[in-house]
């Protein structure tokens, strides 16, 4: 089957893809300022700042529906279809998962164990250091495709992915260090503030997941 010309010359999704990452960015920076809030017993100011997360990841969203619906099956793509769709994927997960924090610190007042106060914040800007990392590998995109994924472009690529899998490993090391520390204290606390504090913890780290993943989609695209 013949297929039009015109059919095939589709404008590159990829400046929205990395628009829906600038957002995304947006809308996780907002989490180290609510963990702030909380530690400070500042309830008000996390119900606004959690709202102001639902609103930017949806914001993020409206972009990500957009992209889908403007990707055809057939168009000329510097990568495969399939392996954008995943990239957009990850870099929703990482909002989708700034929201799921956000609601889960607005189900209840709860009160930040005092053990975990001090590794809480560093963690959290650990993993926020994690999300700009991969940010800037969504900058380099356009300079990779003009490289033919090659050359120096791919060198720099190749290094800030090795960047985002060292801080991915240390906010592990960190979200462990505030696990054993909400366990250290989790007779002194109800059982439904241990799971909550549990699953945000998991939130925030699924975040910089999320990011790690990005890296592995671009060390593909070189790869290939």
Not at 52 to 63: C, G, N
Request: aromatic share 4%; with cysteine.
């Amino acid at each position: 089957m013949r297929i039009p010309l015109v059919s095939l010359l589709v404008k590159s999704p990829v400046p929205q893809v990395n628009q829906m990452m600038h957002r995304v960015e947006a809308c996780a920076a907002r989490v180290p300022e609510l963990i702030d809030r909380l530690i400070k017993n500042d309830y008000a100011a996390v119900e606004q700042i959690a709202e102001e997360i639902s609103r930017l990841e949806s914001e993020a969203d409206d972009i990500k529906d957009a992209i889908r619906l403007r990707i055809p099956v057939r168009l000329f793509l510097p990568v495969d279809r399939r392996d954008l769709l995943r990239l957009i994927s990850q870099i929703d997960g990482i909002a989708d998962c700034a929201e799921d924090v956000a609601v889960l610190l607005t189900l209840r007042r709860l009160e930040v164990p005092d053990r975990l106060k001090p590794i809480l914040p560093t963690f959290v800007d650990r993993v926020t250091e994690v999300l700009r990392a991969s940010r800037a590998l969504m900058d380099a995109y356009e300079e990779l495709v003009t490289a033919s994924f090659g050359g120096k472009a791919a060198e720099r690529v190749l290094a800030e992915i090795r960047n985002v899998e060292h801080l991915e490993h240390e906010a592990d090391k960190l979200q462990s260090q505030c696990a054993k520390a909400l366990f250290s204290v989790d007779d002194d606390l109800s059982a439904a503030s241990v799971f909550i504090w549990t699953k945000v913890l998991t939130k925030i780290g699924d975040m910089a997941n999320h990011a790690k993943h990005i890296a592995d989609q671009f060390r593909l695209f070189v790869a290939s």
